[in-house]
């Protein structure tokens, strides 16, 4: 299946692209750490990108700026502005 993410959570293009996702520590708090996914972007819209890889269904992308996202490292200490309950 294909997966859309928003464009403002890609980094790079193409088959060189990935995302940054935030993993929960606990899985109910809103404190957790990053994770880099490799991604081959297939297409792009307006607004989103359709993507293929390692990205699942469920997994939350850290969006922002381009040069924002590409200074961010793996396993580094993050916080959703997500409530911890998913809302």
Do not use: C
Not at 49 to 65: I, N, R, T, W
């Amino acid at each position: 299946d294909t997966l859309t993410v928003p464009i403002n959570a890609l980094v790079g293009e193409g088959a060189q692209a990935y995302v940054w996702v935030f993993v929960s520590a606990t899985g109910k708090t809103a404190t957790g750490t990053l994770r880099r996914v490799d991604v081959h972007v297939l297409r792009t819209g307006a607004l989103r990108a359709a993507v293929a890889g390692k990205l699942e269904p469920g997994m939350q992308v850290v969006v922002g700026q381009t040069a924002q996202l590409a200074q961010l490292r793996d396993g580094a200490p993050a916080v959703t502005g997500i409530g911890g309950n998913g809302q």
